[in-house]
């Protein structure tokens, strides 16, 4: 590659593109809640979810100067993240705390990024995290759901024009602002019918001697503030 083309690719990376039609934008958020709502869509969807949920997991890990041992991901949706280091403590919490924080803090910095147009940036920098996690990936199942996922993203970059490229990254943003929200209600489903006893809230609530709807608020509080903050940015106000 000659250096000509690395300036272009750089100045592609970093410059701004220009801001899609209210229309499209629009029309992505109703195709992300098409991809939310209906049952059997979300099992499907929701692997996206489980990725940036057990992602969030393992960065916050490594940043709180935990020891990375792996990540799986399940046919069921499910993750497993796992870390060596103290088994209590602030790097502990905040790991645990990631998970369901993740989708949601994802979907907001995507949404500053698309407000300042930086619609490449945002596409690149999705596949570099998606690269990263493969690495730390430990069963076929989420090897496979990593790099399929790793692909759409490439190949828009790559193959696509600036409108399917604006369109895809709206899309991906809305997704994750408002697939961070439904996993909170299947899981305050799921524990006041005494399911999930080992759930990232319960975990939380042992590590701190608080109660575990304290950690569902705060959930809560991040994922609703995301996707009104988030919106609000993504649609101009």
């Given at each position: 590659?000659?250096?000509?083309?690395?300036?272009?690719?750089?100045?592609?990376?970093?410059?701004?593109?220009?801001?899609?039609?209210s229309?499209?934008?629009?029309?992505?958020?109703?195709?992300?809640?098409?991809?939310?709502?209906?049952?059997?869509?979300?099992?499907?969807?929701?692997?996206?979810?489980?990725?940036?949920?057990e992602?969030?997991?393992?960065l916050?890990?490594?940043?709180?100067?935990?020891?990375?041992?792996g990540?799986?991901?399940?046919?069921?949706?499910?993750?497993?993240?796992?870390?060596?280091?103290?088994?209590?403590?602030?790097?502990?919490?905040?790991?645990?705390?990631?998970?369901?924080?993740?989708?949601?803090?994802?979907?907001?910095?995507?949404?500053?990024?698309?407000?300042?147009?930086?619609?490449?940036?945002?596409?690149?920098?999705?596949?570099?995290?998606?690269?990263?996690?493969?690495?730390?990936?430990?069963?076929?199942?989420?090897?496979?759901?990593?790099?399929?996922?790793?692909?759409?993203?490439?190949?828009?970059?790559?193959?696509?024009?600036?409108?399917?490229?604006?369109?895809?990254?709206?899309?991906?943003?809305?997704?994750?602002?408002?697939?961070?929200?439904?996993?909170?209600?299947?899981?305050?489903?799921?524990?006041?019918?005494?399911?999930?006893?080992?759930?990232?809230a319960?975990?939380?609530?042992?590590?701190?001697?608080?109660?575990?709807?304290?950690?569902?608020?705060?959930?809560?509080?991040?994922?609703?503030?995301?996707?009104?903050?988030?919106?609000?940015?993504?649609?101009?106000?």
């Amino acid at each position: 590659m000659q250096l000509t083309d690395v300036n272009n690719v750089w100045n592609e990376l970093v410059g701004t593109q220009p801001d899609p039609s209210s229309w499209l934008v629009a029309g992505a958020a109703l195709v992300a809640l098409a991809a939310i709502l209906p049952h059997g869509i979300w099992r499907l969807t929701r692997n996206a979810i489980t990725i940036a949920h057990e992602g969030g997991h393992g960065l916050v890990a490594l940043l709180s100067g935990r020891r990375l041992d792996g990540i799986r991901l399940h046919s069921d949706t499910s993750g497993l993240t796992v870390s060596r280091g103290r088994p209590t403590g602030i790097g502990m919490v905040l790991t645990a705390a990631a998970g369901y924080s993740a989708p949601s803090l994802l979907g907001i910095l995507g949404a500053v990024l698309l407000a300042a147009g930086h619609i490449t940036a945002l596409l690149w920098g999705a596949t570099a995290l998606l690269i990263a996690m493969l690495v730390m990936i430990r069963n076929a199942y989420g090897a496979v759901t990593v790099i399929l996922t790793g692909a759409a993203f490439l190949l828009v970059s790559w193959l696509t024009g600036p409108a399917v490229q604006a369109a895809f990254a709206y899309l991906v943003v809305w997704f994750l602002l408002l697939g961070g929200v439904r996993p909170l209600f299947e899981l305050q489903r799921k524990r006041r019918h005494g399911g999930a006893p080992d759930s990232d809230a319960d975990q939380l609530a042992r590590l701190t001697h608080t109660p575990a709807a304290l950690w569902m608020l705060l959930f809560y509080a991040i994922g609703l503030i995301g996707l009104f903050g988030g919106g609000r940015w993504l649609l101009g106000l």
